[in-house]
């Protein structure tokens, strides 16, 4: 009875009727939003991911092939988001480290750039400690001993008896405060660069 009600379902999401994606919502939103989290650690994270896999549903909803049930398939949609949720910040966290570490070293050999690369690479440490002194504790020290002290996510895992997946989404969160942070200076230093 579900199997032919769940198949009448997608009938109507393909042909754009609102009840349908409501029904979809209402049925399944916060037990997605919860196996999000299970994955994410980050209630904000798990919901944006879930609220993009309805957005796309009902955007894409003319294409949408279903090879298997509808929870199936919406439950492998908001894992594999998650994933690559996860490997976005830790591609962007990558991105914002080789930023921070990046040598303007060219710069000084132009003595109108010496000041201004001197007053921006202060800037940024300074910047960048603030944002670390303002993580969490947990979010910090996770950070420092991957950062500073050279471990592993599961070394790290290992040392304070939590999850991978905990290492994992803490070091997301601080790759992400880094990010936003640092923004600004990030923009400047692409005009520096490409001047």
């Known amino acids: 009875m579900y199997l032919e009600k769940e198949q009448e379902i997608i009938r ?5 009727s609102e009840e349908a994606i409501k ?3 209402d049925r399944y939103y916060v037990d997605l939003c919860l196996y999000a989290d299970s994955i994410l650690k980050d209630r ?3 919901e944006e991911v879930v609220e993009e896999l309805f957005i796309t549903l009902w955007l894409k909803a003319k294409d949408l092939t279903i090879y298997t049930s509808l929870k199936n398939y919406l439950y492998r949609s908001v894992h594999n ?3 690559k949720y996860l490997r976005k910040m830790d591609t962007e966290g990558k991105n914002i480290e080789k930023f921070m570490i990046h040598d303007l070293s060219e710069f000084y050999s132009d003595a109108s750039n010496f000041q201004l690369v001197n007053l921006i690479t202060k800037e940024i440490e300074d910047k ?3 944002i670390l002194s303002d993580l969490p504790d947990k979010c910090r020290e996770i950070y420092l001993l991957n950062r500073y002290e050279n471990l592993s996510y ?3 895992s290992e040392k304070l008896n939590i999850t991978v997946g905990t290492v994992k989404t803490q070091m997301s969160r601080a790759f992400e405060k880094f990010r936003i942070g640092l923004k600004e200076f990030l923009a ?3 005009a520096l660069l490409i001047s």
């Open 81 to 83: 988001n998650s994933i």
């Open 44 to 46: 904000y994270a798990s």
């Open 128 to 130: 960048a400690n603030t």
């Open 188 to 190: 400047l230093v692409v």
């Open 154 to 156: 599961p070394e790290i």
């Open 12 to 16: 109507l999401l393909k042909t754009g």
């Open 23 to 25: 029904e979809i919502f």
